[in-house]
């Protein structure tokens, strides 16, 4: 964990010298096992300026780039050894969670990769890419995104998409730098662990 770390294990102070901004903060059931419940609390964090951006040059109001991080409690805790025979569990979860969630923001064509080891802060994560698209004036713009998910006791849940092609043929004026978001972003989930 960085010395700059949020409640749930966040780079906030990174996020923020990005230009991020915590759109929000919740905590909630995320779904129950036979004898546990299992709460996270997340915090979401969204790019602002391309979202004006995009907007200004006449494109939809709409998050365009986000980044979040969930910290993952058992109620009852639980049982030393456990998470490993759950973790499964929590990754499929996890995956179908951020797929319903790239829906729900209107994405289309939610599609996910091959989940891999990937090297955190904390650890070993295991790293989900997701595509999509979204459609806007008769194209699609191309949507990509990662979901990491460890354990460091308990688990957690970072992830986040971005804007991968097809912006800038629409809105010429608009800067999009999908290989730099895709740096960030994969940056930001390995200093979460």
Known sequence: MTDDAGPVGEPTARLERGGWTLSEDTTETLFSLPTARVEG???????????????????????WRFFFATNVEFEPPLAPGVGPMIQPSVV?????????????????????????????????ARLT?????YPMEGRD???????AVWRDGGFRIAGGAYP????????????????AYREELLSLLRSVG
């Open 92 to 124: 499929s979860e996890a995956k179908r969670r951020f797929a319903d969630d790239l829906r729900d923001r209107g994405f289309e064509s939610v599609r996910q990769g091959s989940t891999q080891s990937y090297r955190v802060d904390g650890g070993r």
């Open 141 to 147: 713009i191309d949507i990509r995104g990662y979901l």
């Open 164 to 179: 991968d092609a097809g912006l800038k043929g629409l809105l010429k004026e608009v800067p999009v730098d999908a290989e």
């Open 41 to 63: 609390r997340t915090r979401l964090y969204e790019d602002p300026k391309l979202r004006e951006i995009i907007h200004a040059a006449g494109g939809p109001d709409h998050v």
């Open 129 to 133: 890419p997701f595509g999509a698209s």
